[in-house]
């Protein structure tokens, strides 16, 4: 036992190091103020958001670039609370155009017939996607202005961060802590030249790009993945792929507030993983299921195996010195890494790996009021 722990912890430690050393070959985007020639289509689905919507339609409001540069396209996505009327009302007096569009469900996925629609209806090149829950910088167009007209990008990435609401609670430092390392994981994997996630919140691409490769046909089936299955399109195609590292491109959001969401929320992402087909994306997640899994093996080994208890406290410290490193990584687009609750994090993530996995292998899941299958 005590040799495959040492070899899972190098081997962890190696992937690690391999996704940090990319994330430094990724550039921060620095500009002088660009001038704005790109028009965007930004396209955001919702349902039933009331609630939520006030943050991302002030946002909105304060976004600087050129009226008419963009345009903003919602999808009504069969919503039975007052989200119409407090969208009218709140962008009454807007300066750019907006448009409310009824969601046409011709697949099991919602939101992909909701970003299909959209883009079908849209007047601009480039598409831009975000969500309902979220809050956008007001330099947001123009750090996206600013990377396509110097790289001349087809497809841009770029970050996403908790923080709409302050990070107050362990659920919250848990997702915060979460999601910091998988924004390491994300953008080291661009600078490897071999990208494995992207995510919807914050995500750009060209719209005949997304015509030429036939938007989300071949996963219209799987109810999530709107994102990953397009980056997946977009290396395929052999896509001009870009990542906006920069803390004028990040979007913020709002963390689940109860458990149950929480771990919902997981179900959805972990429930796409299989018909996702990324070599480097499976190697990495099973190394990272694989070294929180050994840690319950070996707390458990403790009772029931008669194992040292030594192996278990090195492994553990061993890895929440790694893991509190790697997340440090993210400081200079995030500005600040959350720290409270972190050991406790460490020693509730791998149960929460377990029971995702479990919750994903039963193949269904409820999100926004609505039943999924696997």
């Known amino acids: 036992m005590m040799i495959a722990t040492v070899i899972i912890g190098l081997v962890y430690l190696a992937t690690l190091l391999y996704f940090a050393n990319g994330y430094k070959k990724v550039s921060l985007l620095t500009f002088k103020e660009a001038p704005p020639k790109v028009g965007f289509s930004i396209i955001i689905p919702f349902r039933n958001e009331d609630r939520r919507l006030q943050p991302l ?21 069969a919503s039975t609370d007052d989200s119409v009327n407090t969208i009218n009302t709140v962008l009454k007096h807007a300066p750019f155009s907006y448009r409310i569009l009824k969601n ?51 497809f841009i ?3 996403v961060r908790f923080g709409i609401e302050p990070i107050s609670g362990f659920l919250s ?5 979460e999601a910091f390392a998988i924004l390491v994981t994300t953008i080291g994997s661009y600078g490897h030249d071999a990208p494995i996630l992207s995510n919807g919140a914050n995500l750009a691409y060209k719209k005949v790009w997304f015509n030429q490769v036939r938007g989300f046909e071949g996963n219209n089936h799987i ?15 052999d896509a001009n792929i870009a990542y906006l590292k920069s803390p004028l ?3 913020q959001t709002k963390t689940e507030s109860s458990l149950k969401g929480f771990l919902s929320q997981r179900i959805r992402w972990a429930s796409k993983t299989t018909a996702v087909k990324n070599r480097a994306a499976t190697m990495a997640a099973a190394i990272i299921v694989l070294t929180n899994l050994w840690f319950l ?21 061993f890895k929440m010195i ?15 890494v959350p720290s409270r609750h972190f050991g406790l994090v460490q020693i509730m993530y791998p149960l929460v790996i377990l029971f995702v996995i479990l919750g994903s292998l039963l193949g269904g899941y409820k999100w926004k009021g609505r039943g999924f299958k696997k």
């Open 57 to 77: 339609l002030a946002s909105l409001l304060e976004l600087s670039y050129p009226s008419e540069l963009l345009e903003v396209l919602f999808i009504d996505d």
């Open 104 to 154: 046409q469900l011709d697949s099991q996925s919602p939101k992909k017939a909701a970003i299909t629609l959209g883009i079908s209806k849209a007047q601009f090149d480039w598409i831009l996607t975000t969500d309902a829950d979220c809050k956008l910088p007001d330099t947001w167009l123009g750090a996206f202005n600013a990377i396509i007209n110097s790289e001349s990008p087809d």
């Open 157 to 159: 990435a770029a970050p």
């Open 173 to 177: 430092h848990f997702a915060q802590n």
């Open 223 to 237: 109810a999530s993945g709107d994102d990953v299955f397009m980056l997946q399109k977009a290396i395929a195609s």
């Open 249 to 251: 491109a990040v979007v």
């Open 297 to 317: 093996t070996l707390f458990v080994a403790i009772f029931f195996a008669s194992i040292n208890s030594w192996y278990f406290a090195i492994f553990a410290i």
């Open 322 to 336: 790694v893991d509190l490193w790697y997340i440090s990584k993210v400081d200079n687009v995030m500005s600040t």
